[in-house]
C-alpha cells in the first residue's frame, strides 16, 4: 500500500520560512524522484519542485526559484521543502508525490508519475500576516 505523509505546515507571516517533510513507504514508482504539489483554495494541483533520479539538477516552479529549496534521498523515500521568503500566494496544501518533468514548448513542468493516485493528506501552509 503506498503511503505519503507530510509535515510542516503552518502559519507564517510573509518573508519567514517553513521546513515541509515528506515521508513515502510502499512506492512502486522505482523509475521516479519524489517531487512537492501545492493546490490552493480554488485552483487546480500545481508542481513546485521535483528530484531527479540521475543526479541531476532539481525542478522548481519559476515562482518559488531562489526561495525554496528541496532536499530528497530517493533511497529512503523521503523529500524535505524548505521554503524561505514565503509569500502569500504559497498559500496551499502541500502534498508530496512521485514525479516527473514534462516540457510543452518553452514551458516545463512538474507532474505526477503516471498512474499515481495515492495523494498523502497533505500540509497546510498559511502565509498571512
Known amino acids: 500500500e503506498v503511503q505519503l505523509v507530510e509535515s510542516g505546515g503552518g502559519l507564517v507571516q510573509p518573508g519567514g520560512s517553513l521546513r515541509l517533510s515528506c515521508t513515502a513507504s510502499?512506492?512502486?514508482?522505482?523509475?521516479?524522484?519524489l517531487g512537492w504539489f501545492r493546490q490552493a483554495p480554488g485552483k487546480a494541483r500545481e508542481g513546485v519542485s521535483c528530484?531527479?533520479?540521475?543526479?541531476?539538477?532539481?525542478f522548481y516552479r519559476d515562482s518559488v526559484k531562489g526561495r525554496f529549496t528541496m532536499s530528497s534521498d530517493n533511497a529512503k523515500n523521503t523529500a524535505d521543502l524548505q521554503m524561505n521568503s514565503l509569500e502569500f500566494e504559497d498559500t496551499a496544501i502541500y502534498y508530496c508525490?512521485?514525479?516527473?518533468?514534462?516540457?510543452?514548448?518553452?514551458?516545463?513542468?512538474?507532474?505526477?508519475?503516471?498512474?499515481?493516485?495515492?495523494w498523502g493528506q497533505g500540509t497546510q501552509v498559511t502565509v498571512s500576516s
Open positions: 508525490a512521485p514525479c516527473m518533468t514534462l516540457v510543452i514548448g518553452a514551458i516545463t513542468l512538474a507532474t505526477p508519475a503516471p498512474d499515481f493516485r495515492s
Open positions: 510502499g512506492l512502486t514508482f522505482d523509475d521516479y524522484a
Open positions: 528530484g531527479s533520479t540521475g543526479g541531476g539538477e532539481t
